[in-house]
Structure formats: C-alpha cells, structure tokens
C-alpha cells in the first residue's frame, strides 16, 4: 500500500479506480506560410468557434454550478476578444510570416510570463486562464476534439492540474473524486469541485506517478490522503468511516432544498459560520442558504505578518464565488481579547476583554481597516458580499465607520476598480450598550446579528472562560433574552433584518425561542444546518409563543 498526501479541498471519501486525465493536443510547429492574411481568417475563425463553445460551457456551468461560478466562461470569452492579444497574434503572423498555431503559442507563452511575473495573486491566477483559452484555440485550429477520461465507468480523476474547462466538461456521473499534483485552494477548479460537492485533493506533488493509473484508490477529502492498493486493514476503516458519514447525512439528506419554514408558515434563514475558504465545502454539503458569519482575524492569526489586500481579497473573493450569489457576511477583524497576534504589538492588559479590541483597533489604525475595507469592497464584485463590524457601542462608532467605508469606495471608483454598489453594512450587538441603544443603531445600519458569546459574558459579568464559573454562566438567563428580543423589536421598526450568530444559534432548546421572539436568521456550524433546519420545520410558532414569551418575560 502506498500512501500519498495533499491538500484538502472538499472533503469526502471515494473507492475506485485512478484514472489519468487525457490531454489529446497537438504539438505547436513553426511553419513559414505564404498568405499570412488566410492565416489570420483561419486566426479569426477559430477564434468564433472557440467562443461559441465557451458560451456552450457557460450555459452548462449556469446549470451546475450557478451564475457567480460560470462566469469564468464569459472572462475567457473576452479574454479571446482582447486587442492586445489578438494584436500579439496577429502581429507575429504578419511580421514573421508564420502560421496561426504558433502565433497562438507563442502569445500565450508571453502572456503567461508577464502575468505570474505580478506581484497581484490575482494577475497571477490569470496566467492559467491565458493558457487554457489558447489550448482550446490550437485545438480548434488543428481539429483536436476535447480531452477527457477515457472510461465507461466512475473513476477517481489524477492531473497535473485541471483547468476549469475541463472540470465542467467532465461527465459528473463519472467522477469519484478529483486528485491533482498541482493547484490551488483558491483556484476555479478548486472552487467548481466545492460547489460540485465532490471529494477532491490537491497539491499532492509528483508522488502522484501515472504508474498508477488503472490502480485501486482510496481518496480521503477530510485529511487529504490517498491510499494506492490499500490493504484489508485501511480499506475496512475508511469503509466504516464513510458508512457513518454515509448514515448522518441520510437521515438529513431529505431536507436539502427544502424550505426553512415552520408548520404554521414562519420562515427564518439558515446560514453558516466559517472561518475560512476551505470551510465552504462543509457549507455546500449542508446546504447552508448563504454565511451568516465569515470570522476574517483568521487570515491574521494565520500570517506572520499584517496579510496584504491581495491575500485578503483572494479569500473574499473565493467565499464570494464559492457562494454562487448567496448573501456572506464578513466580520471585519476581531483582533484582542483571547486572540492576539504579535506583530500587532498590542499592549498588555489587565481586562483585554474590555480593552482595545475590534472596532476599536480598526478606528485607531485606519491603515489596517481601509486594506481590509478595500479587499472587501473588491471582492464585493464577484458575489453578493455584506461586511459586519464587532463590539460596537455607540451611533458615533458606526458613522465614523460609513465615513471611512464611504472614502474606500470613492477611491476604488477613482481607481477604475470594480466593486458592488449594493454592500450591506451591519454591525454585531455583542455589548449591553449596543442593545439598549438597539433603537438609534438601527437607522444607521442593513442588519444586526447578535454574538451571543460575548454578549452573555458582557450582561451577566462572567468570564466565559473561566471553569470556575461554569456554574454561574447561565446563557439562558433572561436578561440576555429580552436582550435579543429587544433588538429584534427595534430591527423590525425600521425594516431591517436580525440574526444571530453566536452558539446560541444552534441551541436546540432556543430555536422555538427565537422563532417566537421573530429573529430573520439563525447562523451556526455548517454540520446543525440541516438539523437546525428539521427543528424548524417541526415547529408550530403560535402554539408556543404566548407561552415562550411568557416565561423568559417573567
């Protein structure tokens, strides 16, 4: 048995069989041609139907993998439309009197040069997106049909690496799993695997040798492990494994798709809290109705230094795609407290959990806030993206905020850089404070979403994370329930929706609670989804809301 590690990008377990990725292109001959204007119609020609299977490729992948995600298709379309490089081909035909084909090579060689040569990680990723539009050139140009998997049966697909194209061209009743020596957690295949919730492993490295194509395979996606030939032992444990996966998601299953409404017509939405983009695999297998928390100080404890917009932005972004149009709310860094980080060189102190945290860190180095605003804003253009600020007490705190975000977007626009004009701006109600002047917050704001874990410890003056006051840590204590029903209240006053996010959301002793109380979202792990879901779906909201609000009232 032979045991091979890469990188997880969507997690699962598949059985089969390895089967090689096929590439059936030609090799790219400079020949010298007498005509190079017939060179150039011949250029164009197969520029037209390079375009009109993109567009065929787009529409398949509006099916598949929605609107956000099939854009790639439409880029590629443009990128063929280019005048610079249409120019570049055209000009190596003229001035060297040399066929189409190489023209095409050599201009994508160039193109893919000077884009991984930027500094942009973005730039960068366009250095794949110029070699595979002109592969599908040369293709047509020399009458080469697509590549492909040549088997009857579902395999267990190995590459180099997998262009986007070729994702969705694949049959995906003939896909066990995606395994590739190359690639990224952020690149389009990457994203396409996640919304295809199909198992998949990158990054494995040359250890993937096509001597094992045709080989018995076992992919484990949750810790990125493949096993060549495996023996009795693994293959009986991964088999268990995958049958307990197997038999929590049956039971669940049935609900995909299915309405987050109550017996008696209450809807609430369901989301999912995330720390990272590798988490929205287990958001699309739960079948989340969008992010209800997306913790950004992640991409800070995980950098050892300040991380760039362009590293931000390529996170965002990911999410936003991955999302396909779902609404996801960020939270801006919350830095302080319990997370600390050392390159901020926060000081010390004797209360950090009241101290300069969040917001207040944010408003104090608006050079850290203004690269994550603008890293937001631009992702903003590649999905439905709302951002959320933490540990607000105060109307002045939120304008000065709307006054930094205004500036962020005039200079984007200024620069010529595309961002979405519909950014929802909402803040969290974590402090007392911020719940009893819920009321004058609200006008300023898209949205409230209540962090239950901070805002218990804040009302009743525990520390949530001291075992010795375990005993008095009541997060059911009715001050923090007419707390959330207050807020809630004053959200409705002003049309503005509430949510919650904290762990609360996924107590199950709650949910009728805060149906009762009238909270619009609930957003929890992505695995009590779909549980969070069937309780909601069993609940008869005015059977128990005069006796719900009764007793937390009392």
Excluded at 74 to 87: A, F, K, R, V
Excluded at 192 to 200: D, E
Excluded at 432 to 454: K, Y
Aim: glycine share 6%; hydrophobic share 45%; with cysteine.
């Amino acid at each position: 048995m032979i045991v091979l590690n890469g990188k997880s990008v969507f997690g699962g377990i598949a059985f089969g069989r390895l089967a090689f990725y096929e590439r059936r292109q030609q090799n790219i001959h400079r020949r010298s041609v007498d005509d190079p204007q017939a060179e150039i119609a011949r250029f164009e020609d197969a520029k037209t139907k390079a375009v009109e299977q993109l567009e065929a490729l787009y529409q398949k992948a509006l099916v598949e993998v929605g609107e956000t995600n099939a854009m790639i298709f439409q880029i590629h379309q443009m990128m063929l439309e280019d005048l610079d490089y249409c120019d570049s081909v055209t000009n190596i035909i003229t001035s060297q009197g040399v066929n189409a084909e190489y023209a095409v090579g050599v201009t994508a060689d160039n193109f893919a040069q000077m884009f991984s040569a930027m500094d942009d990680p973005y730039m960068q990723g366009r250095a794949a997106d110029v070699k595979d539009v002109s592969e599908r050139l040369v293709n047509v140009l020399c009458g080469v049909q697509s590549a492909g998997v040549d088997s009857a049966g579902p395999v267990v697909i190995a590459a180099d690496d997998l262009a986007p194209s070729e994702t969705v061209q694949l049959d995906k009743n003939k896909i066990l799993a995606f395994v590739t020596k190359r690639g990224s957690a952020n690149s389009h295949t990457a994203i396409l695997a996640r919304t295809m919730n199909i198992p998949a492993v990158i990054g494995v490295g040359d250890a993937l040798e096509e001597a094992y194509n045709g080989r018995e395979v076992i992919v484990d996606g949750f810790c990125g492990q493949i096993y060549v030939d495996p023996d009795a032992e693994t293959t009986a444990a991964l088999r268990e494994k995958w049958e307990k996966e197997n038999d929590k998601r049956r039971l669940l299953q049935e609900l995909r798709g299915k309405e987050n409404v109550t017996v008696d017509g209450q809807k609430v939405l369901i989301y999912a809290n995330i720390g990272s983009p590798s988490d929205m695999g287990a958001v699309l297998a739960n079948d989340a109705g969008g992010i209800g928390l997306f913790r950004s100080e992640f991409l800070y404890l995980e950098s050892s230094g300040y991380p760039s917009e362009e590293e931000q932005f390529a996170a965002y972004r990911t999410v936003a795609e991955t999302a396909a149009g779902k609404r996801v709310v960020i939270r801006t860094l919350d830095i302080g407290a319990d997370k600390q980080v050392d390159y901020f060189q926060l000081p010390k102190e004797d209360n950090p959990a009241m101290g300069y945290r969040a917001i207040r860190i944010c408003l104090t180095r608006e050079d850290v806030f203004k690269t994550q605003l603008r890293a937001l804003y631009r992702a903003s253009a590649f999905g439905n993206i709302a951002i959320m600020f933490p540990m607000i007490t105060s109307v002045w705190e939120v304008r000065e905020i709307k006054r930094i975000a205004a500036e962020v977007r005039e200079e984007l626009k200024a620069a010529g850089i595309p961002y979405s004009e519909e950014v929802e701006l909402g803040i969290m109600i974590e402090t007392p404070a911020a719940a009893m002047i819920s009321d004058r917050l609200a006008p300023e704001v898209d949205f409230f979403s209540i962090g239950t874990n901070d805002l218990t410890q804040y009302t009743l003056a525990i520390d949530r994370q001291n075992q010795k006051l375990e005993r008095f840590y009541d997060a059911h204590h009715p001050a923090i329930l007419r707390l959330i029903k207050l807020v809630a209240d004053n959200a409705h006053k002003v049309g503005i929706w509430m949510g919650i996010c904290g762990e609360l959301a996924a107590d199950p002793e709650l949910t009728e609670t805060f149906l009762a109380i009238g909270v619009d979202e609930l957003s929890v792990s992505p695995p009590y989804v779909l549980e969070l879901r069937r309780r909601v779906r069993e609940t008869n909201v005015a059977e128990v809301r005069e006796k719900l609000l009764a007793a937390f009232m009392e």
